[in-house]
């Protein structure tokens, strides 16, 4: 022991110091000889890239991430050091059972079909400005929509797939392109909901009576005539004219039925003395009655005074009889495949009151009264669903109340007719139908020749564009007369009218008629001719202004007939 002193605590402190050092000398020399070693030439020189390769097999270092199975290439001086993306992939490790190590580094078919097979998904960044996330948006919506498999993989998917982190939302104002539920908008007020813009916002609107709907109409005003009656004698006057109208439809769901009703007034303000009333109804309607078949009927009655262009003359007459038409109707029609098959019959009751003469008292028409009964067959076949043509076959008899008339001719006949024609139905721009074929009727007395000759009869609607309808009517007629020693005569008449709306309250129509009568037993012809053209135009859906005027005349190589007549309407017209 050193005694105890500052000299002696000095010499112990540098002696710990040389153990110390001398300590880490020999360390530091047992530590170093392997490397001592390796210089010396006992194993030789060791690359470090050898090092790389052993600790990380397959491992290129230039690359940025593993690639199994090939030698890595040696990093190059100053290369360019690639960016880092971790990759996590999950790799089975053989077990100690195998007679392997686990190992971190174990290079086996897993790593090699992870890694060698495809790279890494690279993660995308979010869109961060407004641009993007409106660009983003709007490539999600152009995406098809998902389908139910599609969702149930994505709820099946592993934990792997699942992102486990917090993920940025999209804001409110970048899903620009969504549509929104119409159902979740605000309600508007009853008074302030949208309707559909009407079609004709001055049609009728009818009421409804039951299952029909019923439109009423009035029309008053008054007509200048050069023609009061239409007569050959006949002068000017100033009439006031009234027509009030009635129609209805039904609003069934199978069966369908419709009535026309009308009545006309016509009194002299001045000049030729007249008093002219009518009045006509006529009704329709069409029962389905299932498995194709179809029941068809109607009616009509018409009162009115006899026509001045009427076959029959009846002289120093101060006016026309009065005729009444009663007519009805009743068929069956039955579709079998795409032939159609029809069969209906029809009665016309007509008769006349007594003629007034100028010297006082009356002339007796009991003798024109008769009955028509016919019975029409008629078949066709649908070659489109736009044309059907067809032949008809009609049969009946004509029977006058008296067997003779005032001269002893017995006038009651036999009828028979054939005609064939089209039907067609192109929608709302062309429908209807014509025909031609022959029609004659035999007198029962011998002395009388039968009444015959060709017929044509149409019925045609055709719209070329909205707002514009025409139509187009012909009909052949045999009418019977008194007079002795004519059998009666045969009517062809037509009629064109053309519609137009002009405006939604300005409505205006044109009409020409043409009419050719063929007197038998006799060379006598008329020819009638109408022209017509009108307008109205409507101050509300209720009210409007009616004006027309009228042009008819006829001319006959028989004596004491030829009339002409100009008017002109002007009035208003109510409707509901």
């Known amino acids: 022991m050193f005694p105890a002193g500052p000299e002696n605590r000095r010499r112990a402190r540098l002696a710990s110091v040389h153990a110390l050092l001398v300590g880490a000398g020999v360390a530091a020399l047992v530590g170093g000889w392997p490397a001592l070693a390796q210089e010396s030439g006992m194993r030789g020189a060791v690359d470090e890239q050898e090092i790389n390769q052993e600790l990380l097999p397959g491992a290129s270092m230039a690359s940025g991430r593993p690639t199994l199975g090939r030698a890595a290439p040696a990093l190059q001086e100053n290369a360019p050091v690639p960016p880092y993306r971790p990759t996590t992939v999950a790799v089975d490790e053989p077990s100690a059972a195998d007679g392997a190590q686990p190992s971190l580094f174990q290079n086996n078919d897993a790593a090699e079909a992870a890694f060698g097979a495809a790279p890494a998904p690279v993660p995308t960044m979010r869109p961060s400005t407004a641009r993007e996330r409106t660009e983003a948006a709007r490539q999600r919506l152009a995406q098809p929509p998902q389908t139910p498999t599609g969702r149930v993989a994505a709820e099946t998917a592993t934990d792997e797939d699942i992102t486990t982190g917090t993920v940025r939302v999209d804001t409110v104002d970048s899903e620009i ?4 539920d119409r159902g979740a908008e605000r309600a508007e007020a009853i008074e302030g909901l949208d309707r559909e813009p009407e079609q004709n916002p001055y049609a009728p609107l009818g009421l409804r009576l039951g299952t029909f709907i019923v439109t ?18 006949g002068s000017s006057a100033v009439l006031s004219e009234t027509i009030l109208r009635l129609n209805g439809v039904s609003d069934w769901s199978r069966h369908s039925a419709a009535f026309e009703t009308y009545g006309s007034l016509r009194e002299s303000i001045s000049g030729q003395e007249l008093d002219e009333k009518e009045f006509g109804i006529k009704g329709s309607t069409i029962i389905e009655l299932g498995n194709e078949f179809r029941a068809v009927a109607g009616a009509g009655y018409v009162i009115k005074p006899e026509s001045a262009s009427s076959p029959v003359i009846i002289e120093d007459t101060t006016s026309r009889p009065i005729r009444q038409i009663i007519d009805a109707n009743l068929g069956l029609e039955k579709d079998v495949g795409k032939l159609r098959l029809g069969i209906d019959g029809n009665i016309e009751r007509d008769w006349y009151g007594d003629a007034e003469l100028s010297s006082g008292g009356t002339v007796s028409q009991r003798d024109r009264d008769s009955t028509l009964a016919t019975l029409n067959l008629r078949t066709g076949y649908e070659i489109s669903p736009a044309l059907t043509p067809f032949v008809a076959v009609e049969v009946g008899r004509r029977f006058y109340d008296e067997k003779q008339d005032a001269s002893g001719f017995e006038r009651s006949a036999d009828r028979l007719g054939a005609r064939a024609g089209l039907e067609f139905d192109f929608g709302e721009k062309l429908s209807g139908e014509f025909s031609a074929g022959w029609l004659r009727e035999k007198l029962d007395d011998d002395r009388l020749a039968p009444v015959s000759g060709a017929t044509v009869d149409a019925n045609i609607n055709w719209s070329p564009q909205r707002g514009t309808n025409v139509s187009l009517l012909g009909s052949t007629i045999i009418e019977g007369t008194t007079t002795p020693g004519e059998s009666g005569s045969i009517l062809y008449a037509g009629r064109l009218n053309v519609e137009r709306e002009i405006r939604a309250n300005l ?8 009419a050719y009568r063929d007197y038998t037993g006799s060379d006598g012809r008329d020819v009638i001719f109408s022209a017509e053209a009108g307008a109205t135009y409507w101050f509300n859906r209720y009210f409007g202004l009616v004006g027309r005027a009228r042009h008819e005349e006829l001319n006959s190589n028989l004596p004491d007939r030829d009339s002409k007549t100009d008017s002109v309407f002007l009035g208003v017209k109510m409707q509901r």
Do not use: K, Q, Y
Request: net charge negative; glycine share 6%.
């Open 177 to 180: 392109d969504l549509t929104v």
């Open 216 to 233: 009423p109409s009035a029309e008053t005003g008054i007509t200048a005539t050069s023609n009061a009656d239409s007569s050959p004698d």
């Open 507 to 514: 409505t205006a129509n044109v009409a020409l008629g043409a």
